[in-house]
């Protein structure tokens, strides 16, 4: 496979799950508002937080109001990682290599496109409640993850496509897990309570993980709910479980049958999944969650790189223009 | 709907006659159409509309560095050729590609036609056109111009005329195919009932034709793009899609010992065969330009090594010139010994002096073009120009004649076509494909451009154009 195909491959799967997580970000805020006692307000600040982005968020607004929040999140081109900037970069992607996809995804992802530009016409961020365009994202993109189940030969494209879905998705749980250690609770003396619980819960929902969790766990305990996140083996959206799927994605792409690595991207991601498979989540809480986190992503991010040197840096015939995308 | 109003111009109709009669080769589709609403072809054409959005079926339009892209309009009426018409076609169309490829091979190699005087040396040897790096190139099987898509148009004395050769990369093969594909969800009962020709192979034939320009047995065959801002960037990754082959860029090439190679995820893969789309002079900026950052430095090497088969071969621009042109008729009996079966239209040159004078004294009657001008650009319409349009002309014609030609001005046949306004004649070309590979074919069916305003000649896709689907009937 061409390395610049096998590069927009991998980039259209990260993208194509970083507009569907962030769709799940403002969530978990839409979750939370419902059930907030009437003295609370809704707290919009830890959402650009856990993204990252609040750097350049704060160049441009003030405040953490809600309308600009969910603005910058979901519709501002300025924002590289917004949802609409995700869904027009896995558009270029995809057209760039549109001769390795399935009409039929070409065309899901054409209308995905279409249907997030016509929402950013609307103004769709003024809406009291826009919850509905959230589901229209998750569900469109879930429809391509469909598609893709039940149509796509199980080659080199395959396993780059998921490789990037997974990487991005494992990024993204540990955000999702990392709102939490933004949001304020009114006072040290609140952990514990009813709202610490909403807050909780409101994570688990915003990645579907409330029903399989409470069968799991039963009780929310704050460490089980990390635990679930970060370390669970069987759920398909924590981190640990990303990782080893992403791992396998560059064992069948290297053709490694073994344990092991052949590349430098299998050892990085080798490390990382074994870190993970041998922690406990009390050794997290002892580190800190949010520090964990952070040292967490970045090893995703040095993964991330080593999948870019070994499959698809190319020698340029004119100039050293190799870009990245991120 | 009742095509009673429908008014047949001053020119030749491809459905009706002078006195309204429906041709015989289109009486079926006559009986169709009566049978249906105009509110319902309404609907049929705007769910055509709708479904090239949806395929993403679509041309860039440059503005701020930024492709927009936008769908050529179908329109939903065909455009039918009978089928002893097309044969008429078809012979001339083999016979002009194929005196076209011996006249090519000859003035990068022996010059035969220029010794002997049937074109004068000084138009084809300094035409831009004419690339000294392939003089002495034999290119595999002898076949310089694989693909061709030639543009005719029907007079108002009913024959076809040639406009253009095209033989460098034509585009539009793609809308053909999707175009039928679209049309077919239209009318699914007048297929079978009429017979219309498929043109659903031409990826297989297109790819069967790339294998066997190269000396390999299974040879590696890629489409080379210009990239995503290419206006005719669709139908390239359309093309490798159906064909089943790798679309490549200049970035993913690189040569090493007059070799070219894909850099793949699991290293250097070779290359045998490339269907490329970038013009000759950005193909390899070692040998030509010199500031293309679309090529491959080095390929050209490696195509003069016979390690890499090029279609279409660089250097068959030179026989598109539109000097050039004049000469084909005279060409085609130089080599074949055989009489022209198609039409050229009478080409004035003015850097001939007598030619010149007719072309300033009549310019309000030309058309005139620039010798190595498309797309309808740097073009004079003397009828529809004003005069001091006329004036310009006349000046830019004296400052530099080699640069341009003139002809008499044709009057394009028109087809019935779905306006705001009802059924109305609309003027149309006609741009078959022809492969050369193992042997000449020309794919039945075609893409016909139709110029959308009222009264327009112009039927370039940059300029306002739409295009119909082309049925070549079996019978």
Known sequence: ?326 | MDTKNYQVGDNFDEMFTEEGKCRAHYSEFLKHLKKTSPKKISHLQHAANKNQVAMGMTFNVYHDNQGIEKILHLDIVPRIIANQEWKHLEAGLKQRIYALNLFIHDIYNDQKALKDKIVPEDLVLGSKDYLKPCIGLNPPKGIWCHITGTDLVRNKDGNYYILEDNLRCPSGVSYMLESREIIKRAYPDLFNQLGVMPVSDYPVKLLKMLQFISNKEKPVVGVLTPGIYNSAYFEHSYLALQMGVELVSGVDLITKGKKVYMQTTKGLEQIDVLYRRIDDTFLDPLTFNPHSLLGVPGIFEAYKAGNIALANAPGTGVADDKAVYAYVPKLIKYYLGEEPILHNVPTYLCREEKDRQYVLDHIEELVVKETNAAGGYGMLIGPKATKSEHTKFRELIKGNPTNYIAQPTLSLSTVPTWTEDGLQGRHVDLRPYILYGEEIEVIPGALTRVALKKGSLVVNSSQGGGSKDTWVLYN
């Open chain 1, 1 to 326: 496979m061409l390395s610049r195909v096998a590069d927009s491959i991998y980039w259209l799967g990260r993208y194509l799950e970083r507009a569907e997580n962030y769709a799940r970000f403002i969530d978990v805020n839409y979750n939370l508002m419902l059930d907030l006692p009437p003295d609370l307000k809704a707290q919009w600040e830890p959402l650009v937080y856990a993204t990252g982005d609040q750097e350049l968020y704060l160049q441009k607004h003030q405040a953490f109001d809600r309308r600009d929040v969910v603005h910058f999140l979901a519709f501002d081109t300025e924002n590289p990682n917004s949802i609409v900037s995700s869904i027009n970069f896995a558009r270029e992607n995809a057209r760039v290599i549109r001769e390795n996809l399935t009409k039929e995804t070409w065309e899901k992802l054409n209308g995905l496109y279409h249907f997030v530009q016509k929402s950013a016409d609307k103004k769709e961020w003024t809406k009291e409640d826009p919850r509905a365009f959230f589901d229209g994202v998750k569900n469109q993109i879930l429809l391509l993850y469909g598609l893709a189940d039940s149509t796509v030969a199980r080659t080199e494209g395959w396993y780059f496509r998921q490789l990037g879905l997974f990487l991005e998705r494992a990024d993204k749980t540990s955000r999702i897990v990392d709102v939490k250690y933004h949001i304020l609770l009114p006072s040290p003396n609140w952990v514990g309570t009813p709202l610490d619980f909403l807050h909780w819960t409101a994570l688990l929902k915003s990645v579907t993980a409330f029903n399989t969790y409470r069968r799991l766990y039963g009780n929310i305990e704050p460490s089980k709910v990390v635990e679930f996140l970060l370390l669970n083996k069987y759920f398909p959206r924590s981190v640990f479980y990303c990782l080893r799927e992403a791992e396998n994605c560059l064992h069948k792409i290297s053709g490694n049958a073994d344990t092991g690595y052949r590349n430098t991207a299998e050892k990085a991601i080798g490390e990382l999944r074994s870190n993970l498979e041998f922690t406990d989540v009390s050794e997290i809480i002892d580190t800190g969650l949010h520090e964990y986190i952070d040292v967490l992503q970045l090893k995703i991010n040095q993964v991330s790189n080593k999948i870019h040197s070994n499959f698809f840096q190319i020698k340029d015939n004119f100039s050293q223009q190799n870009s990245m995308q991120e």
